[in-house]
């Protein structure tokens, strides 16, 4: 058998399974849940918990668990006091089910986020579906599936992933409405889109809202009516929206016990820093925070411009340009800011791969199309190189699994550029993304020890003292991981106040970062306190992008 006949036969089997895949809603179903479940849990278990604002969610939800009081995770403030408590409540849940009270480990905190990010993969192929192309939202689900900013959230405890499940549901009900051929109430999809939006603000606020209202208003401007919108049920929507709403602020009430004042957060933690950056940003960063299926994306732009007038391109575009303008021009930005675009997104890409009009047709489209092969490789590369300047050693176990993702993303690669297969090269770049995901989460991060700093100082501290469970202080280290594995009590303070913490006595132990040592050392010897080092731990403070050295000193407490 010839060469060209068995790349043929490789062509054919390939786009032959992804047409029986998606010819049974079942066993899409089953694809898509493996196909999420192979890129969200290597490392789910083993990360450390990812400053900063991952192990301050886990922090409020951890002082709820203790006082018994579901409002205590909250800062002093009444207004933020308000800010919706639903990744607090489901992660409260996850903890009463899967963990141990207040000892969980982070991943037990992680749990909603992984089901919410589940839930955006399978909400993404229904709401491609509303467009009646089984196999275009088969590969949306895919590709959503594989960005790398879902597949990073999916990882962190915190609250993101529930607020894109419940915008993906909300708008996959909009499709459905809005496709409606008559005007009268369509109250089964209406449930589900006001609930959606409900979700979405007990979620993260009005975030939800804006981006559906958004929505809504781009597409009323095309027919210039807003007929349609009797189908969304608004009389009896606006109802059920308020119903949640008003139960969230009584479950508040009720359960914070009217006190609206118990702060969770010990003084001196630190924050979530913002960054600016100019308009433009998300689209210079598109390929790296979409991943290599970014490509089908990019490529289908001008064929989407020449069928802007089609309801699945008239309905992400509504959904993706206004959104994404906003926060282009919001000042403060975060990769994850935009990701509530990349739903609609993958349904553009989806569509163009499924209709096959995606081409290599010069210079500039072979550019675009080379993040196919380049995207692995870099993202390969970079990993062992910052895994082998953190630890010393480099990560084998992730070696095979970055070397075959290179040669399937060129792979993938070659058959788009050929135009061999654009579904299989679509597939390609979706495995490839995949033995990256197991390579970098499970065999990078997930053995990174230099990211793991607060873990292992507090673990050494606690090996370092006989006296059972000891009191902490800090000075120099103020990320909230480090009150995650200390506990709430934890003095983040100067290195004088340090010193005091250790002269009172009891069973007590201090983390002293290398550059306060001798302030630190200055007032030891002022107050006539002798201290000896325990031990020494070093790494990178992943909250501020530092490396950090601190040492750990121990009173009332000989090693066991």
Not at 68 to 82: K, N, R
């Amino acid at each position: 058998m010839s060469e060209t006949a068995t790349g043929t036969d490789r062509v054919v089997n390939v786009e032959s399974l992804v047409d029986a895949i998606a010819a049974s809603r079942l066993r899409t179903f089953v694809a898509i849940l493996i196909v999420a479940l192979i890129a969200f849990l290597p490392g789910f278990k083993t990360i450390a918990p990812l400053d900063r604002d991952e192990p301050q969610f886990a922090i409020e939800t951890k002082s709820m668990v203790e006082t018994g009081d579901f409002g205590a995770g909250h800062p002093v403030s009444y207004l933020a006091y308000l800010r919706p408590a639903a990744i607090n409540w489901l992660q409260l849940a996850s903890v009463s089910l899967f963990g141990d009270r207040e000892a969980s480990p982070i991943w037990i905190y992680r749990l909603p986020s992984l089901v919410a990010a589940i839930s955006v993969a399978l909400l993404t192929w229904w709401m491609a579906l509303a467009f009646g192309r089984p196999r275009a939202a088969f590969f949306a689900a895919l590709l959503i599936a594989t960005t790398p900013l879902l597949v990073v959230e999916a990882r962190l405890a915190k609250a993101d992933a529930v607020l894109l499940a419940a915008i993906v549901l909300a708008e996959g009900a909009l499709a459905r409405l809005w496709r409606a051929k008559t005007d009268q109430p369509d109250y089964r999809n209406a449930f589900l889109f006001w609930t959606g939006l409900g979700l979405g603000i007990l979620a993260k606020g009005l975030i939800a809202p804006l981006l559906v209202g958004l929505t809504i208003a781009v597409l009323s401007m095309v027919p210039r009516s807003l007929s349609w919108l009797g189908r969304l049920a608004p009389v009896a929507g606006i109802l059920w929206l308020a119903a949640l709403l008003v139960s969230w602020l009584l479950m508040v009430g009720f359960l914070a016990g009217g006190d609206f004042g118990e702060e969770a957060l010990p003084a001196g933690i630190a924050v979530q820093e913002t960054y600016a950056a100019p308009p433009g940003s998300y689209a210079v960063l598109f390929y790296p925070l979409f991943g290599p299926a970014g490509v089908f994306i990019a490529l289908a732009i001008p064929g989407l411009l020449e069928r802007i007038r089609r309801p699945v391109f008239l309905f992400a575009v509504a959904w993706i340009i206004p959104f994404w303008l906003l926060v282009e021009f919001w000042p403060v930005k975060l990769p994850y800011y935009i990701l509530p675009a990349y739903p609609a997104l993958a349904l553009v890409g989806a569509t163009a791969i499924d209709e096959g009009w995606l081409r290599v047709t010069g210079w500039i489209s072979t550019y675009f199309s080379l993040n196919l092969l380049v995207w692995p490789i870099l993202v390969s590369i970079g990993a062992v190189i910052l895994f082998f300047f953190g630890e010393d050693h480099l990560p084998l176990t992730a070696f095979p699994f970055f070397a075959v993702a290179i040669v399937v993303g060129i792979w993938s690669f070659v058959w788009f550029y050929r135009s061999t297969s654009l579904v299989g090269s679509a597939v390609l770049s979706v495995l490839s993304a995949l033995l990256l995901y197991v390579g970098l989460f499970g065999g990078v991060l997930g053995e990174a020890t230099a990211i793991q700093v607060s873990g292992r100082l507090v673990a050494e501290g606690k090996h370092s003292v006989a006296c059972g469970e000891p009191g902490f202080a800090a000075t120099g280290l103020s990320e909230p991981s480090l009150v995650f594995y200390a506990g709430d009590g934890v003095r983040l303070t100067g290195p004088e106040q340090v010193v005091d913490f250790l002269a009172e006595g009891g069973c007590r132990v201090a983390f002293v970062e290398d550059r306060r040592q001798s302030i630190f050392n200055q007032h030891a010897e002022d107050v006539g306190l002798e201290l000896n080092v325990v031990s020494e731990i070093s790494g990178y403070n992943i909250g501020n992008w530092k490396p950090i050295r601190m040492r750990i000193f121990a009173v009332d407490g000989a090693p066991p």
